[in-house]
């Protein structure tokens, strides 16, 4: 019994982070059809923005783990924001463009991660709380897995709580549904899409803070990583549904962390099954719309 609850909560809190990455990736191809390769960038980035914070200020203590947050997040934001303007901007609707630019943006900001801090992973500390545990039901369960989804579900009220009940929001939604009558009543709406692509860069750029701490290490292949299965949980949740990313998040990573208990480290192809099995089943997706 314990076992499948320490299974069940670590997959919990992976299911978190990968749906911090998710979220990004669902939202922005959601509300503007952009599917961005670079999106790990974001994480990446993010997470060495908030090593270098708290490494300056100590590392261990709860006053550091907050701001490195917050700077992951702005950092990651800001990278969003620019790569829309200087870069997506110009390709909507050009999906082809799309895939090619941001392919090619995330593998020369790998180069540019390895040329400024190196190729091999720098080991991070957190406060003492994160390397202690939790009795559930028997099962020690470490602390950091309930920060991971508190701040998934966080992200996840916030998202929908902006989308739905702010003015920016409603840009958002009308601009997807009508630019063209949206632009002719004077509103902004490339401004509003810009802060649809920082929403997304700050969730990965938090995401990116966290999974450090997840994994215990920050590496230039650490965004690259992730966003394979943010990919896979964005397919299978439904492209463009961000409540199916939540519910796919948590049902590929309780799967992959049972898998690879019970089945001999044979989570990740356990995935790959799942995804093949959805594409057959169901192509949208679990809460995708049906074509």
Known sequence: MSTIVLLLATGLGLGALYFLVASG????????????????????????????????????????????????AGVGALAAVLTELLLIRRLYERHIEQVLVTVGLALATVALFDGIWGTDAIFVTGPAWFNETTTILGARVPNDRFVLIGVALLV???????????????????????RSMVTALGIDVRR??????????????????????????VSP???????????????????????????????????????????????????????????????????????
């Open 25 to 72: 990736l669902s939202l922005i191809y959601g509300l503007m059809g952009v599917l961005n390769f670079a999106h790990g960038s974001f994480l990446t980035l993010g997470a060495f923005a908030g090593w270098e914070t708290a490494r300056r200020l100590g590392g261990d203590s709860w006053g550091s783990l907050l701001l490195s947050l917050l700077v992951g």
């Open 156 to 178: 996840l009220g916030g998202i929908i709580a902006f989308l739905r009940f702010t003015r920016f929001g409603l840009v958002i939604r009308a601009g997807v549904e009508n």
């Open 192 to 217: 509003a899409f810009t802060v649809v692509f920082a929403i997304g860069g700050a969730a990965a750029g938090l995401g990116g803070v966290l999974a450090s701490h997840y994994f215990g290490y």
């Open 221 to 291: 292949q650490l965004g690259g990583s992730l966003l394979i299965f943010a990919f896979i949980v964005t397919v299978i949740g439904g492209l463009g549904s961000l409540l199916g990313a939540a519910i796919a998040s948590v049902v590929v990573a309780v799967l992959q962390q049972m898998a690879n208990f019970y089945l001999s480290g044979t989570g990740d192809l356990v995935v790959v099954l799942l995804l093949a099995t959805v594409l057959l089943v169901r192509p949208s997706g679990l809460m995708g719309a049906r074509a």
